[in-house]
């Protein structure tokens, strides 16, 4: 059962491509497979927070 059918949320056919408003935006493999690896774990929301900012900021 998908998560539409799953929570009754109305089922979407996206013709818009990479849209925000309907939902997640398509990830790159390397960021699902983080994302993937990252969700069996706990974070401190705040630290990951900082840690994140400074990787961006030295982009």
Excluded at 9 to 38: E, H, K, W
Aim: charged fraction near 15%; aromatic fraction near 6%; charge should be negative.
């Amino acid at each position: 059962m998908d998560l539409q059918t799953r929570h009754g949320l109305t089922p979407i056919i996206n013709a818009a491509g990479t849209f925000t408003p309907l939902g997640v935006s398509r990830s790159s493999p390397y960021v699902a497979q983080t994302v993937a690896d990252a969700l069996g774990q706990f974070f401190v929301i705040d630290e990951l927070q900082t840690r994140l900012s400074q990787t961006v900021a030295d982009l």
